[in-house]
T-cell receptor, first 111, second 115 residues
């Protein structure tokens, strides 16, 4: 049973456009909802994270929108750049350190 | 400060063989986890640990054993390798986010092929 579901599986965006990736979770016992970015041949790295009592968090061009009642959250990448081309994972973490990932979205930003 | 170190980087096993994937961290992190990454499946949690002597099962624990005798090390054992265990394995570590959220730090991965 997939506790965190992510869509789309792949995404192609023009340079300067907005990239949007969506996630939904099932278990309400999560305390943080992070996004990780992974480049080919590397391990994932934390990009941005949000607590469930916050509706939006912005860091530079990256914004998380969180809807607690719908159990959904999304990542918006503004002014997408070719260097943003990577695989993005949404995740959910409990206060016991259990971190569960979505299936991932491969983003390609075309110049 | 090396972060999370995984060895080996590549491994080929024959069906039925056993092996241990090593993971060490030098950040004094309480939490450590093992994931496998397969195309289209994302990262799936195998086992995790909240401290020395404490481990728990993740989403896909079957066929894998772990132990955590020290804070630094968290080895993953494949008891009898099967082709279905062909994957990229990642180890990660973190501290509890009681004083702030810093996320998990991942190693560079071990690419395992079982033939």
């Amino acid at each position: 049973q997939q506790q965190v579901k992510q869509s789309p599986q792949s995404l192609i965006v023009q340079k300067g456009g907005i990239s949007i990736i969506n996630c939904a979770y099932e278990n309400t016992a999560f305390d943080y909802f992070p996004w990780y970015q992974q480049f080919p041949g590397k391990g994932p790295a934390l990009l941005i994270a949000i607590r469930p009592d916050v509706s939006e968090k912005k860091e530079g061009r990256f914004t998380i929108s969180f809807n607690k009642s719908a159990k959904q959250f999304s990542l918006h990448i503004m002014d997408s750049q070719p260097g943003d081309s990577a695989t993005y994972f949404c995740a959910a973490e409990s206060n016991t350190g259990k971190l569960i990932f979505g299936q991932g979205t491969t983003l390609q930003v075309k110049p | 400060n090396a972060g999370v170190t995984q060895t080996p980087k590549f491994q080929v096993l024959k069906t039925g063989q056993s092996m241990t994937l090593q993971c060490a961290q030098d950040m004094n992190h309480e939490y450590m986890s093992w994931y496998r990454q397969d195309p289209g499946m994302g990262l799936r949690l195998i086992h995790y640990s909240v401290g020395a002597g404490i481990t728990d099962q993740g989403e896909v624990p079957n066929g894998y054993n772990v132990s955590r005798s020290t804070t630094e090390d968290f080895p993953l054992r494949l008891l009898s390798a099967a082709p279905s265990q062909t994957s990229v394995y990642f180890c990660a570590s973190s501290n509890h986010f009681g004083t702030g959220f810093y996320g998990y730090t991942f190693g560079s991965g071990t690419r395992l092929t079982v033939v």
